[in-house]
C-alpha cells in the first residue's frame, strides 16, 4: 500500500529555488504515476506536475519551465525541483498517487499525502 509524506516545504523569497520530495514508506512507489498538486487558501486543489512509472513528465501551464518533477523508484522518492518562485506559488503542495499517469493529471487519484506549506515572500 503506499504512504505518502512530503519533505522540504517552508519560506523562500520570490526568485529563490526550493525542492520538495515525496516519500512512499509503503515502497509501492514503482507501480504508480505519481503527482503534485497544490491549494491556496480559499481556492480549489489543482494539479502541478505528474511522472509517470517510467519517467514520462507532465506540467501545468503555471508551472512549465520552471519547476521539474522527477523520481527515483529505488529511494521510492519523487521531487518536484521548484525555480524563479513567485508569490503566486504561495500554497499547500501535495503528492498524490494513482495506476496512470492520465489519472493523476484528471485529479484521480488513489493516494494523498498530508501536503506541506510552500511560502514565498516578494
Known amino acids: 500500500q503506499v504512504q505518502l509524506a512530503e519533505l522540504g516545504g517552508g519560506l523562500v523569497q520570490a526568485g529563490g529555488s526550493l525542492r520538495i520530495s515525496c516519500v512512499d514508506s509503503?515502497?509501492?512507489?514503482?507501480?504508480?504515476?505519481v503527482g503534485w498538486f497544490r491549494q491556496a487558501p480559499g481556492k480549489e486543489r489543482l494539479f502541478v506536475a505528474g511522472v509517470s512509472w517510467n519517467g514520462i513528465t507532465s506540467y501545468s501551464d503555471s508551472v512549465k519551465g520552471r519547476f521539474t518533477i522527477s523520481r527515483d523508484n529505488e529511494k521510492n522518492t519523487v521531487y518536484l525541483r521548484m525555480n524563479s518562485l513567485e508569490p503566486e506559488d504561495t500554497a499547500v503542495y501535495y503528492c498524490?498517487?494513482?495506476?496512470?499517469?492520465?489519472?493523476?493529471?484528471?485529479?484521480?487519484?488513489?493516494?494523498w499525502g498530508q501536503g506541506t506549506q510552500l511560502t514565498v515572500s516578494s
Open positions: 498524490a498517487a494513482a495506476r496512470q499517469l492520465s489519472l493523476v493529471q484528471s485529479g484521480q487519484i488513489e493516494y
Open positions: 509503503g515502497r509501492s512507489f514503482p507501480n504508480y504515476a
